[in-house]
């Protein structure tokens, strides 16, 4: 229960009460700054409160954006001022200030005073056409009731459920209808982590659909496909409507948007064999290649987050077409993020085959990633900008080096000091390179795969040897992702056996799990995973070098067994941590306002 303090002199016919009733407060009453002080003092710390004026006259979603966002420890609006039990003490102190210099006269105006004394970061919501006010005197009052009747807060209340920035087939074909079907869930009082789980549920049995390999199955796996987006959409409305925002729930809504995709590749490819076509180095690719776009996405971010002079003429390119509107749309839809993808998939899949469908997804996807890679790649060389040490960690937490990298890491620091600034992502392309040639271009079973992980090892170690602060060193994530993922595919691939790429296909769904849970800790400031689990896993050097050893000691039957053992492994030690920290996680709130690639 959060509680609200009434202060000041009570208006006749205020509905001021009753409205902080309605969002969850308990309301009690002080006629002056000293007994608000004390009725603050009895809350128990672990609530929320906020110190409101009697004679606040607004809208009721004012008052909702104001006092009841999770994401903020202080936040304030006109006549209004709530804290978070991990800001109780600033509004303590704010209004034993408060207490002091007015003594016991009426607490005319006190929550705007606390605003003003208080020592620590106010968050302030954009009201925009939304009132929120402390009319002086009944003429004012009057006049503020009626600019409220003007104005409908349920309009804006609908409308500001919907991102600020989303895809074309997302802003113009589910935003229109699912905002509603948000607000007929919080009128019943679903919560979004309900709706993200019905949408993950609906997806799988999506992929049930697929995978029974008949026409009907895959028309009514297209159809579930695009319900369950629908349904992806609505938790991020209903989280916006209700301000239901949660470190939980935001990790949630990201890790079951990639369970659903690829969940639903591999239901086309067991889709696939039932009818005698074996796509699954197509689903395998398709997962690969998506994953890695995703990383480049994150570790581009990451890396400029807060940089300094942060700017290049792509950049302000960029910026004045985002003046052109039509380019703006064009230019979403051809980095085809999830909303066209999966529209695109669902098509596909109940109208051409599940073949055809890869080779599309791959190569609309391929095309995505190179048009996307190389803006930033032209954004980060012409710019001159100056990265902290925080991305430099972020990058290195996104690299996910094991024991083997960090030993030659330290080994390698000083040959690392006379290396140019781009050293970092071309010793790292390099390895990998060096890598998946040893592994595609020599028969299963060969010593060379293992040789080519030795060499990928050394130079992992001596691309992260030194902090990753050049202008192109958060490409150095994503070419570990597509290095290791890949020799997973071609090894898979090689042996030839069956069950072989349906097994490397769990390995890297587990393994891209723990990379996905890696950058949500990033992203919602909760830190990386924990050391000990990173070296638990081996680090992506490590495990690139088992598989290689696995691939040259064993039979083709044997590997495809390992790979199974293995990723039932990986999936299981990572999967058990990262709930283990989400579900128990003290961290902020949060909320991501973008649609994923």
């Known amino acids: 229960m959060s509680t609200a303090i009434l202060t000041g002199q009570p208006v006749p016919g205020s509905s001021i009460e009753s409205e902080l009733r309605s969002l969850g407060f308990d309301v009690r009453a002080a006629a002056d700054a000293a007994e608000a002080e004390s009725l603050l003092a009895r809350v128990p710390s672990g609530e929320r409160v906020a110190v409101v004026d009697a004679r606040f006259v607004g809208h009721a979603h004012a008052l909702r954006l104001g006092l009841t966002d999770p994401r903020f420890p202080l936040a304030a609006i006109p006549g209004a001022v709530t804290a978070q039990p991990a800001a109780r003490q600033a509004l303590t102190r704010a209004l034993a200030r408060e207490n002091s210099a007015a003594g016991t006269t009426l607490v005319d105006s006190l929550a705007d ?19 929120a006010t402390v009319p002086a005197d009944p003429q004012a009052r009057n006049e503020a009731r009626q600019a409220v009747a003007a104005v409908d807060d349920e309009a804006i209340r609908l409308k500001s459920a919907v991102k600020a920035r989303d895809g074309f087939f997302t802003t113009f074909f589910i935003s229109p209808y699912s905002r509603y079907i948000a607000r007929w869930c919080a009128r019943r009082g679903l919560t979004p982590n309900q709706v993200t789980t019905a949408s993950l549920l609906t997806a799988l049995i999506a ?26 959409c609505t938790d991020g409305q209903l989280a916006r409507y209700s301000l239901q925002y949660s470190t939980l729930g935001a990790w949630l809504d990201a890790t079951f948007d990639r369970a659903k995709e690829y ?55 960029s910026d004045k077409l985002d003046s052109v509107g039509w380019t703006v749309w064009v230019r979403r839809m051809i980095v085809l993020p999830i909303g066209e993808r999966w529209a695109m998939i669902a098509v596909l899949t109940a109208f051409t085959t599940p ?19 190389a803006g930033r790649v032209l954004r980060s060389v012409t710019r001159r900008a100056r990265r902290t040490d925080r991305a430099a960690r972020a990058l290195a937490d996104l690299a996910d080096s094991g024991p083997l990298a960090e030993g030659l890491a330290r080994a390698t620091k000083s040959v690392a000091r006379g290396l140019p600034g781009f050293a970092a992502p071309a010793v790292a392309l390099l390895g990998g390179l ?55 595919l071609v090894l898979a691939a090689r042996a030839d056996v069956n069950g072989a790429l349906p097994a490397a296909f769990g390995l890297v769904a587990a393994v891209a799990y723990h990379h ?15 050391a000990w689990l990173v070296r638990a896993v081996g680090g992506h050097e490590g495990r690139t070098l088992l598989v290689t050893v696995l691939a040259a000691v064993l039979t083709a039957s044997q590997f495809q067994a390992a790979l199974t053992v293995l990723a039932v492994a990986v999936a299981l030690v990572v999967l058990v941590e990262s709930i283990r920290f989400w579900v128990s996680a003290g961290a902020p709130a949060v909320h991501d306002e973008g649609e994923p690639a």
């Open 355 to 373: 073949r055809i469908t890869f080779y599309a997804l791959l190569i609309g996807c391929a095309f995505a990633a190179t048009y996307t890679t």
């Open 516 to 530: 996905y849970d890696t950058v949500y800790r990033i992203r919602g400031n909760a830190g990386a995973p924990p």
């Open 113 to 131: 005073r606390i605003v003003e004394a208080l020592d620590t970061e106010v968050h302030r919501p954009e009201l925009g056409s939304l009132v």
């Open 207 to 232: 992929a049930g659909c697929a995978a029974t390999g008949t026409r009907g199955g895959f028309v009514a796996a297209g159809v579930l496909l695009l319900f369950s987006f629908v349904l992806d």
């Open 434 to 488: 060096v890598l998946i040639a040893t592994a595609a271009f020599t028969g299963f079973g060969g010593p060379l795969p293992v040789v080519g992980a030795l060499v990928y090892a050394v130079t992992s170690g001596l691309a992260v040897a030194r902090p990753l602060k050049g202008p192109l060193d958060w490409l150095v994530p994503p070419v570990f992702r597509a290095a290791e993922y890949g020799t997973v």
């Open 263 to 317: 969940a639903y590749y591999a239901g086309l490819a067991l889709g696939a064999a039932r009818g005698g076509d074996d796509v699954w180095a197509l689903a395998l690719g398709a997962m690969v290649l998506q994953t890695c776009r995703h990383v480049v996405d994150f570790s581009f971010n990451e890396a400029n987050h807060d940089a300094t002079a942060n700017t290049s003429p792509t950049a302000a390119l």
